[in-house]
């Protein structure tokens, strides 16, 4: 997968006509901010036949993407969230439909090479790396469009993409003195915590307030509390340092 340029990519969002309409859709329906999507090279494949307009527009093909014919099928039909790691290299790929039952909204589509590797590498947010070691901070949220909505306002976020927290997450999360986990007000939210904080030692916990499940959807509610509570979250815990 490492043919597709995330530069590439976010310039044939810009210019395309359709994804941004496309984009537009997503961006309504979740509250959200498409510039953001745009930024972090979000694409919809409406049409499995579509795909191959987009990759050509992309100098690529499905081969490229290190993907079968198979696994290539899995990107139809939905927004496509590319994983991007540290140096903003592509690690694998997240089909997003809302259309579809709730326990399939998101399907990973992985590389066939390398695959059971990159699983264990399974964090939506390493891009915002950089970030996270200047300001000595990383939040940790659910889900990848709760960790959008955080960089909507300039906030670096990162989700592990499930509960199991591996070997990866701990050495990524070791380098930030300030491990902030945001959890879903969903019920289950308390045991997420209580399982992310017996691995990762240093986190601590800042709730949601309101009657919001999630970051996303508290930040698509755009109310006082959410405000009051993304100015609060915008200065916990930065303390800017020098890596040179």
Not at 63 to 73: N, V
Request: proline share 3%; aromatic share 12%; with cysteine.
């Amino acid at each position: 997968m490492a043919h597709l340029k995330y530069k590439d990519l976010v310039k044939f969002l810009i210019e395309d006509e359709d994804q941004k309409i496309y984009l537009k859709e997503l961006a309504d329906y979740r509250k959200g901010d498409i510039r953001t999507y745009i930024k972090r090279g979000i694409f919809c494949v409406p049409a499995l036949d579509e795909l191959d307009y987009i990759l050509k527009k992309l100098d690529l093909t499905i081969e490229d993407l290190g993907l079968s014919e198979e696994t290539a099928s899995m990107l139809d039909r939905g927004f496509i969230i590319p994983v991007w790691g540290s140096r903003l290299k592509p690690l694998f790929l997240i089909n997003y439909s809302w259309l579809r039952d709730k326990s399939k909204k998101y399907i990973n589509v992985y590389p066939a090479e390398n695959r059971e590797y990159i699983k264990k590498m399974k964090l939506y947010g390493a891009h915002n790396l950089k970030q996270g070691l200047i300001e000595d901070r990383m939040f940790v949220v659910e889900g990848a469009f709760d960790v959008l909505r955080l960089e909507q306002y300039g906030i670096p976020a990162s989700c592990i993409l499930g509960t199991k927290t591996m070997p990866y997450h701990k050495h990524f999360y070791a380098r930030f003195t300030r491990v902030i986990f945001v959890s879903d007000e969903d019920g289950s939210g308390d045991a997420v915590y209580r399982q992310f904080k017996k691995d990762i030692p240093h986190a601590e916990r800042l709730r949601i307030t309101g009657r919001a499940n999630d970051v996303d959807e508290f930040g698509g509610s755009n109310t006082r509390e959410f405000q009051e509570w993304i100015e609060y979250a915008k200065t916990l815990g930065v303390k800017n340092r020098n890596l040179n």
